[in-house]
């Protein structure tokens, strides 16, 4: 049989649900090498969680090799390494890594309410890289997101049918699909501040003009900024100048196209705003490695 999620205590009466799942279930399964990469081991979520305080100062404490991540969904609490300590509120991540001395604690006037999760794996380390997230930057703002909780609430609701391998793996699915979607997030939606912008906007804005060509100081006056400023914003979020993610959406449109039917190559490069074919292939080849003929030519196969 499988073996099901053991029920916890109610505990405290904050506690809404909480699955722990014990080491021994990880170290017994079959084929677990996916686990090892990444793996949820722990879950809950408190509403008002009155009194909630948890110091983990060493080695010694339960959970201190865990990463944990705790969302708060409503009131307001403290996250604290050393001797220095962050607020935490709604709409808040906050990010503790494994093997880091922390405090954590709801406030004493409007206690939090979470979702949280603990896990481990190979990957966590470039998963924090990735958000940059440290211990010297624990919080991330995304906001009051259905969607979040919606992910946190689809792992209670797996780890709940029991620890089988099926489950454990697709819990650890919809927690990284969380996480990625908070990526997403912060590199995507306009942080709440002066002379900024909705990179998706941009993009709406250049996938609505590909047979264009792209003026990176139009867009900046729009929104106020310089061109240097909006060129440096543009590429914290996305990973590219703008220029370049333009040309990059253009040549993306043409591996569609050229796959898509009997279009040629010059009509092509036209509708991509290249007068010249020649150097539209050029283009292309840089972003594929390959001319547009070679890429019709062996990926229409597929």
């Not at 935490?88 to 922390?102: E, I, K, L, N």
């Not at 942080?191 to 609505?208: K, S, Y």
Request: proline fraction near 6%; aromatic fraction near 12%; charged fraction near 25%.
């Amino acid at each position: 049989m499988t073996k099901r999620a053991a029920k916890q205590p109610l505990g405290p009466s904050y506690v809404r649900r909480v699955v722990l799942i014990p080491d021994e279930v990880f170290a017994n399964l079959p084929h677990g090498r996916l686990l090892a990469v990444f793996r949820v081991t722990g879950a809950g979520q408190y509403d008002r969680a009155e009194r909630h305080h948890v110091r983990r100062p060493d080695t010694t404490v339960p959970y201190y090799v865990e990463n944990i991540l705790m969302y708060c969904t409503g009131g307001t609490g403290t996250v604290g390494f050393g001797d220095r300590t962050w607020p935490v509120h709604a709409g808040d991540m906050a990010f503790v890594p494994a093997c880091t001395p922390h405090e954590y604690a709801a406030s004493a006037r409007e206690p939090w309410s979470l979702y949280w999760a603990h896990f481990r794996g190979e990957s966590c380390g470039a998963l924090f890289e990735t958000l940059g997230v440290s211990a010297r930057k624990p919080l991330l703002h995304v906001g009051t997101n259905p969607k979040i909780a919606g992910w946190f609430t689809e792992v209670l609701d797996t780890l709940d049918l029991g620890f089988s391998h099926s489950n454990l793996l697709y819990a650890a699915s919809c927690f990284q699909k969380l996480l990625a979607y908070v990526f997403y997030l912060v590199k995507h939606e306009a942080p709440h501040e002066r002379n900024t912008f909705d990179v998706r906007d941009v993009i709406g804005e250049m996938l609505g003009n590909l047979d264009e060509q792209f003026r990176v100081q139009d867009l900046a006056k729009r929104y106020g900024l310089s061109k240097f400023h909006f060129s440096r914003r543009f590429k914290e979020r996305t990973g590219y100048a703008p220029i370049d993610y333009f040309i990059r959406l253009k040549m993306q449109k043409a591996a569609e196209l050229l796959l898509g039917g009997p279009h040629s190559i010059r009509a092509i490069a036209r509708r991509l705003g290249y007068e010249d074919p020649y150097y539209f292939s050029r283009a292309f080849k840089k972003m594929t490695g390959v001319s547009p003929a070679h890429y019709r030519a062996h990926r229409s196969a597929t």
